[in-house]
């Protein structure tokens, strides 16, 4: 973990752009993110199979907002179960698009599949760097995604998507709901 990280990358961007205040955050260490979260958060793997199977349902995903300029797409997004529509995941990610093939680009930009998805489809090779591991305290955004009924402290972690190059595919921030 490090401590010049900026713990809710690259939603931070989001809200300084539409002037809202960020959450309360702290980085926490990977031993003090308490179960289930620790099992889900903490490790080099991929969150979309992680989730998939611990719930036991396919992901699918819901764009809440999303920029896109020449070489990348940044988005806010919500991964739910695909039978019930439990959301599982609220986050941010920042997509590197130039490093895609074009088939998996053309998904990406579709919004309909989670990058988990689309990189085990395209058999797009990578590693998943987790930087740290955050506790944070939801507000509206956050609740409104998870459907949660008041604030709550929630969990998350800060991940880079790496070529074998160590080029950045993606940088994202996962929250997982209570």
Request: hydrophobic letters at 40%; a negative charge; proline letters at 8%.
């Given at each position: 973990m490090q401590g010049d990280l900026k713990p809710l990358f690259p939603l931070d961007e989001f809200y300084s752009e539409e002037g809202r205040p960020l959450p309360p955050v702290s980085l926490v260490a990977g031993s003090d993110v308490p179960l289930p979260y620790g099992a889900l958060l903490v490790g080099d793997h991929d969150m979309t199979p992680t989730l998939e199977a611990f719930h036991g349902e396919t992901i699918e995903i819901r764009v809440i907002e999303r920029k896109l300029s020449a070489d990348s797409l940044a988005r806010i997004v919500v991964l739910l179960l695909e039978d019930s529509g439990k959301p599982v995941e609220f986050g941010a990610i920042?997509?590197?698009?130039?490093?895609?093939?074009?088939?998996?680009?053309?998904?990406?930009?579709?919004?309909?599949?989670?990058?988990?998805?689309?990189?085990?489809?395209?058999?797009?090779?990578?590693?998943?760097?987790?930087?740290?591991?955050?506790?944070?305290?939801?507000?509206?955004?956050?609740?409104?995604?998870?459907?949660?009924?008041?604030?709550?402290?929630?969990?998350?972690?800060?991940?880079?998507?790496?070529?074998?190059?160590?080029?950045?595919?993606?940088?994202?921030?996962?929250?997982?709901?209570?």
């Open positions: 920042i997509i590197h698009l130039d490093l895609f093939p074009p088939e998996a680009r053309d998904r990406i930009l579709e919004g309909h599949m989670p990058l988990g998805t689309i990189l085990a489809t395209y058999h797009v090779n990578h590693l998943s760097c987790p930087r740290g591991f955050i506790r944070v305290q939801s507000d509206s955004v956050m609740e409104e995604a998870l459907s949660l009924s008041g604030r709550c402290m929630l969990y998350g972690r800060r991940n880079v998507l790496l070529t074998p190059q160590n080029e950045i595919l993606a940088e994202i921030v996962e929250i997982l709901p209570p």
